[in-house]
């Protein structure tokens, strides 16, 4: 599906392409003489970040990572985006897991009729790295959560739930730094000489937006990876005490075992006829036991 809406008086014109349907896609592309390795980037789902120009035809193709509103796997991931600049014409490419993008483009051209394609570029890259931030903070909420719980009991469910955190983090860190060195690439790119002031100052604002979401993700990725490294280390201490705990009970328990042994031996021994050598064992298996415990208990302080 092609949808196309005209702003800034008629002079430019949005246009809008679901990428579900490849076959349409490509034929838009042919129409409009676009390269055939920008169809191919445009299908890839696993696009990185970067920024493509044609000179002879002046095209200026951005691939820029947009966050996947569904989790997948109990994370959230990002996608790409194409944002395609032609003659007077702004492309974008979407499908199903990133239409809400071009829904708030949409609004927000409804709104901002008189401004040129590239304040329009601009200002929708600015829009996708504000629609990290909600995501980024309902990660946060629920790692305060998950610590909550963990502090009570340290449950192998509680930890997969840190682990899926921990998962949807790197793809944000990942995706944010690939958008911040994007747009810095921008403004040393030929095309940045042609823009105005108002453009740049756009680019700017969108940048900055890219950063801040960067040092963001950043600093939520090294609490995780700290809060992770804690459970580890807890996890590790409270098994060196059930293996202590359980070594000792062992050699405590070869007490009896020696002594009973000992006068076990078929072979003339002390006691060997007393009625009441059993009892002796007994008194002499729990000295020995008590005197081993006090020694242990000592030694393991």
Known sequence: MITKIAFHEGKYDWINIDIDNADELEQFYKENDIDDEVVAYSLDRNERAHIEYEP???????????????????????????????????????????????????KYIENNDAITIFEFLFSSLFMVSDAFFPLVEEMDADRK????KLKEKTTKQNLLSLSDLETGIVYFVSASKQNMVLLEQVKTHLIYRTLNASEKEQLEDALIEARQLVEMTQLSSQILTQLSGTYNNILNNNLNDTIKILTILSILLTVPTIVTGFFGMNMPLPLEHNASGWITTIVISAILWFGLAYILRRLMR
Do not use: C, R, W
Not at 71 to 91: A, G, S
Not at 145 to 148: A, F, G, R, V
């Open 56 to 106: 002879s035809t002046q095209t200026f193709v951005l691939f820029f990572n947009v966050p996947n509103q569904e989790k997948i796997d109990d994370h959230y991931e990002t996608i790409p985006m194409t944002f395609l600049v032609k003659n007077q014409q702004i492309i974008t490419v979407t499908n199903g897991k990133n239409q809400y993008v071009a829904d708030k483009m949409k």
């Open 145 to 148: 959560t998950i610590n909550d």
